[in-house]
């Protein structure tokens, strides 16, 4: 059984960094793409960032560029995402999740498994 449990989420002010942890379980993370994605209370899940099985290609949303940083460790089954200079609106349930290398990075529906998500709130 597949599971992607993430961790590190929580309340800071804005400016404060958080490193948010995937650990997986049930599959060779080193096989995947892995994806993190958030979702602001009454809004759309989005693309944050994603990193190619290789370790080598990631890719940003413009929104996080520059201020977020993915990153994975295969010997360990665990992805991260670190987050510095956080704003209000980073304020998210932030998931991630993992797909093979068919579809878009960017799209949620092209994401085979996912966690339960981990909760960031930035205060101003």
């Known amino acids: 059984q597949v599971q992607l449990v993430e961790s590190g989420g929580g309340l800071v002010q804005a400016g404060d960094s958080l490193r948010l942890s995937c650990s997986a379980s049930?599959?060779?993370?080193?096989?995947?793409?892995m994806g993190w994605f958030r979702q602001a209370s009454g809004k759309e899940r989005e693309f944050v960032a994603a990193i190619r099985s290789s370790g080598v290609i990631t890719h940003y949303a413009r929104s996080v560029r520059d201020r977020f940083t993915i990153s994975r460790d295969n010997a360990k089954n665990t992805v991260y995402l670190q987050m510095n200079n956080l704003k209000p609106e980073d304020t998210a349930a932030y998931y991630c999740a993992a797909k093979d290398y068919t579809g878009d990075y960017s799209r949620a529906t092209d994401y085979d498994y996912w966690g339960q998500g981990t909760q960031v709130t930035v205060s101003s």
């Open positions: 049930g599959l060779t993370l080193s096989a995947y793409t």
